[in-house]
C-alpha cells in the first residue's frame, strides 16, 4: 500500500515538477557518493551493482530503493514535495537534495518538526567521540571489544560527560536466547540490529562498573556541518532495521557508515570485506585523519586494584580487615599507620565492599558495612592519589591479522611452515595494546612442507585463553576453549582429526605481568582413522607466562588421558621477540611423549601483522 501511494504521488507530481531536474543531474546526483552513504548501500559502482544494507521497506521511498539509488532519490524528491510531513523523516535526505538542487526550495516548502527539534535540543550536540570499551572474553558479541558514539555538548570539559548521550548499533536480542543459539544466530545475522541513544553515564554503568572493562575515547575532528549531517541521518535511522552480525555487519561496520555520512570524502568501509573487528575500524578513523585525541578512562576494577596497589603490605591487610568490620579503624595497630595510608585502607575498603555488592547478588551485611566505612570517609579525608598510569593505546598495539613463515625438525624431518590467522592475539603476541594474559583467535591455518609430502598441519576455528589472576581480594576463573582440525597420532601414524577441547582452573601473578596458571581440561575428538572414530580424555594444563614491551616467554605442560588407555603429553618453551611493532620472531621447543612415540619439535618463526 505505501509503494502503491508513493507511485501515484510520483505519477501526479512528476509532470509539474520532474522537468526541474535533468535526468542526467538525477542519475549523477544519485550515484554520488554522498547519496550512496545515505541510503547504505553494499556496492560503489554501477558495474559491481549494489543493494542496501537496511533490511527495513520504511526506510525507502521507492519499492526498489533498496538496490535503485536513482529511483531513490526521484521517489524522496517527490515524497517531499507531496509530503511536507517527510521532512521530518527524511532531514538528512532533505538537506542534500536541497544543497545540491536548491531550485527545488520553491517547491519544498520548510516544515517545522517538533520532534526531531526536541530531540536535538536534547542532544545539544556539539562534538562526537568515538569510544571503544575494551575485549570481554566472556561475551561472543564482546570477544573483540565494542564501539560506539558519545554525543558531547558544548564546555564537555567544564560539566563533565554527565550530559552526554551515547549512541549504540545493536541486536534486538530476546530474554530466551543464550549460548549457543545466541551465538549461532549473531554469526548468521539471525538478529535485527538498530540504533539507539541513551545518557553516556549509563553506558558507564554497563562497561566500566558491571562489566570491568577500561574504556577508550577518541574525539572526532568534524566540523559543525559534518556533526549535524551525521545527527540528521541518525535520525532517520530511528527504529529502522539492519541485519546484524557479529563479525562483519557488526557495531563497528554501522558507525563507519555513520562516519562516511558525516564526511562523504572518506572511504572508510573499503577495507572489510569479511570482517569489521571493533579496534580496527578505529584505525582506519585514525588513518583517515579523523581522530583528534584520545582519552583513557579507566574501570572500577582497574581503579581499585590501582589503589590497592598503592598501599604497602600493613595497609592491604587493612583493607580486608576493614571490610569486615569497620571498627577496626579504632585498633591500635590500625592507628600506626600512616595518615594518608589509614585514609587510603578506609576508602579501598569502602570500594572493595561496593564492587563486591556490584557483582553479586545485594547483600545487606555488606551494605550496613559499607556505610560503616562510608562515615570513616568523611572524617578522614583523603587526599589526591597519584594518577593511575595510562597504559598503551589499543591503536598501537599490533594489527590484528597475521601471516607468518618458518622452518623447524620434528620426528619426521626438516619442514617448512607457512601460518595465516583471521584474528587477533595470542599470549606470546607483541603485547602492548592488548590486555595481558589473554588469547583470542579464529581461523588459524597451518601448512607444513616435509621433503616429501605437504600436510595441513592444523586449521584452528577457535582458540581462547583467559587468565585472570587471583589474590586475596578476587577470586576469577580462568578458563580456555579450542576448536579445530588437526593432525593426532594413533594406531602407529599421524590422522586428521576434528577436536574441540577446554578447561577451567587458577591462575595467579607472582609479578606484574606474568601468570602462573593450572586448568583442568577435557578434550573430546573425531577421526575416521581412530578404531573407536571418537576420543574423550581428561587432563591438566600447567604453565607460567610472562610478557615484557618487546618478549613474552611461555613455559606450559599439557597431559591427557584418554579413556581407551591412551595418553599425550607435552611439555614446551615458546619466546616471542618484537623487534617492531607488526614484526616478530618466534622459537618454539616441545617434547612430545604419545602412546609407543615420543620426539622433539623445535621450530623458527617469523610473524608479520597486518
Not at 30 to 38: E, F, V
Not at 103 to 128: A, F, G, M, P, V
Request: charged share 20%; with cysteine.
Amino acid at each position: 500500500m505505501k509503494y502503491l501511494i508513493v507511485a501515484l504521488v510520483t505519477l501526479t507530481f512528476s509532470q509539474a515538477y520532474g522537468a526541474d531536474v535533468a535526468p542526467q543531474k538525477l542519475e549523477e546526483l544519485a550515484w554520488s557518493k554522498a547519496w550512496l552513504a545515505l541510503l547504505h548501500y553494499d556496492g560503489k559502482t554501477k558495474q559491481s551493482g549494489l543493494e542496501s544494507y537496511v533490511d527495513d521497506e520504511k526506510f525507502f521511498s521507492s519499492p526498489n530503493g533498496h538496490v535503485d539509488p536513482v529511483a531513490e532519490l526521484q521517489a524522496t524528491i517527490d515524497v517531499l514535495i507531496a509530503e511536507p510531513e517527510a521532512q521530518c523523516r527524511y532531514q538528512a535526505r532533505k538537506r542534500f537534495i536541497l544543497d545540491q538542487l536548491p531550485d527545488l526550495k520553491t517547491h519544498i516548502k520548510d516544515q517545522h518538526c517538533d520532534l526531531y527539534t526536541r530531540w536535538r535540543e536534547k542532544l545539544n550536540t556539539d562534538s562526537i567521540v568515538l569510544v571503544f570499551a575494551s575485549a570481554m572474553l566472556n561475551s561472543p558479541s564482546s570477544m573483540y571489544g565494542h564501539t560506539f558514539l558519545r554525543f558531547d555538548p558544548k564546555n564537555v570539559e567544564k560539566h563533565s560527560t554527565y550530559l552526554s548521550f551515547a549512541l549504540n548499533f545493536g541486536a534486538n536480542v530476546t530474554e530466551d536466547d543464550g549460548g549457543a543459539l545466541y551465538a549461532i544466530k549473531g554469526l548468521t545475522g539471525g538478529y535485527p540490529g538498530t540504533f539507539a541513544s541513551n545518557p553516556y553515564f549509563e553506558k558507564i554503568q554497563e562497561y566500566s562498573r558491571l562489566e570491568n572493562r577500561d574504556m577508550w575515547e577518541y574525539r572526532l575532528n568534524l566540523t559543525p556541518d559534518e556533526v549535524n549531517r551525521l545527527l540528521e541521518h541518525v535520525w532517520e535511522l530511528k527504529e529502522i532495521e539492519f541485519d546484524y552480525y557479529f563479525f562483519d555487519e557488526n557495531c563497528s561496520f554501522r558507525l563507519l557508515e555513520l562516519l562516511e555520512v558525516a564526511r562523504p570524502t572518506v572511504n572508510l568501509l573499503d577495507d572489510f570485506p569479511v570482517a569489521a573487528i571493533p579496534i580496527d575500524t578505529i584505525r582506519i578513523a585514525q588513518q583517515n585523519d579523523m581522530i583528534a585525541s584520545a582519552y583513557y578512562r579507566p574501570s572500577v576494577l582497574t581503579e581499585l586494584k590501582h589503589q590497592i596497589d598503592l598501599l604497602d603490605e600493613a595497609g592491604q591487610q587493612a583493607v580486608l580487615l576493614l571490610a569486615q568490620d569497620a571498627t577496626y579503624a579504632q585498633s591500635s595497630t590500625f592507628k600506626q599507620l600512616p595518615q594518608q595510608q589509614q585514609n587510603l585502607a578506609i576508602d579501598t575498603a569502602y570500594r572493595y565492599l561496593r564492587y563486591q555488592n556490584t557483582h553479586a547478588q545485594r547483600d545487606p551485611e555488606i551494605s550496613k558495612r559499607s556505610f560503616a566505612l562510608l562515615k570513616l570517609m568523611r572524617a578522614n579525608k583523603l587526599g589526591e592519589l597519584p594518577v593511575i598510569p595510562r597504559p598503551t593505546d589499543p591503536l598501537d598495539g599490533h594489527l590484528t591479522t597475521m601471516w607468518g613463515f618458518g622452518g623447524g625438525h620434528d620426528e619426521k624431518g626438516a619442514y617448512g611452515d607457512i601460518t595465516l590467522r583471521g584474528s587477533y592475539h595470542d599470549l606470546l603476541d607483541p603485547a602492548p595494546g592488548f590486555f595481558p594474559g589473554m588469547s583470542l583467535n579464529m581461523l588459524k591455518f597451518v601448512a607444513r612442507a616435509y621433503e616429501d609430502e605437504v600436510v595441513v598441519q592444523q586449521f584452528e576455528l577457535l582458540d581462547i585463553m583467559s587468565l585472570n589472576g587471583r589474590n586475596q581480594y578476587f577470586s576469577p576463573l580462568s578458563w580456555n576453549a579450542n576448536v579445530g582440525l588437526e593432525q593426532a597420532w594413533s594406531g602407529g601414524k599421524f590422522r586428521y582429526a576434528f577436536q574441540g577441547s577446554g578447561g577451567a582452573g587458577w591462575s595467579y601473578q607472582p609479578v606484574d605481568n606474568a601468570y602462573l596458571f593450572a586448568l583442568l581440561t577435557a578434550r573430546l575428538e573425531f577421526s575416521q582413522g581412530f578404531e573407536h572414530k571418537v576420543n574423550l580424555a581428561g587432563g591438566l594444563h600447567l604453565g607460567y607466562l610472562q610478557a615484557w614491551d618487546n618478549t613474552s616467554l611461555l613455559f606450559d605442560a599439557q597431559a591427557y588421558q584418554f579413556i581407551n588407555d591412551i595418553y599425550r603429553i607435552r611439555v614446551g618453551f615458546s619466546q616471542s621477540v618484537s623487534f617492531a611493532t607488526n614484526h616478530s620472531i618466534r622459537l618454539g621447543v616441545n617434547y612430545h611423549d604419545v602412546e609407543d612415540l615420543d620426539y622433539v619439535d623445535v621450530k623458527l618463526e617469523y610473524r608479520h601483522y597486518y
